[in-house]
């Protein structure tokens, strides 16, 4: 029986995190599974700027991976809002229940720290993604736009 359990990453956690990420990557050459410190430094900052970095686990094996931004408005009385990003899951877990815990986690974590919402952006190509988040709720309501900069890393 496979056990199936959320927790925050640790840096520990780098080197699966990394492989995942770039495995569900549209832009996989932006992600370099060899640089396991950037990871790694990139858990703490996100730890450390009060968001969370989730991990999913099955048989103590790291297979999917999201992170969640807290967000200071000026809107909602300067309420939170939680941003979900980078929701991803190894191939070989999809469509067993991987990305509906981790969103769950997600949201216990929004709710535990008082935001407001909670939002996520994805893909227009990643139509199999937009229905999942539907079943869980989630409404499409905004066109969102991107830019490149070019110091960005």
């Known amino acids: 029986?496979?056990?199936?359990?959320?927790?925050?990453?640790?840096e520990e956690d780098a080197p699966a995190v990394a492989r995942i990420l770039a495995a569900g990557s549209r832009t996989p050459e932006a992600e370099d599974v060899e640089r396991v410190d950037d990871y790694a430094a990139?858990?703490?900052?996100?730890h450390a700027a009060g968001g969370e970095v989730l991990v999913a686990c099955a048989n103590d094996e790291v297979v999917g991976v999201c992170q969640v931004l807290l967000l200071p408005h000026v809107q909602h009385r300067g309420g939170l809002c939680a941003e979900v990003e980078?929701?991803?899951?190894?191939?070989d877990?999809?469509?067993r229940g991987v990305g509906r815990a981790l969103?769950?986690?997600?949201?216990?974590?929004?709710?535990?720290?008082?935001?407001?919402?909670?939002q996520l952006t994805s893909h227009e190509s990643r139509?199999?993604?937009?229905?999942?988040?539907?079943?869980?709720?989630?409404?499409?309501?905004?066109?969102?736009?991107?830019?490149p900069l070019s110091h960005g890393a």
């Open 93 to 95: 877990w999809r469509r």
């Open 42 to 46: 990139a858990i703490a900052r996100v």
């Open 103 to 118: 969103t769950g986690a997600a949201e216990s974590f929004a709710v535990a720290h008082g935001c407001y919402r909670v």
């Open 127 to 147: 139509a199999g993604a937009h229905l999942f988040y539907a079943s869980l709720g989630y409404e499409p309501s905004h066109v969102g736009f991107k830019k």
């Open 1 to 10: 029986m496979t056990t199936l359990h959320v927790r925050p990453a640790t």
């Open 86 to 91: 980078s929701v991803h899951v190894r191939e």
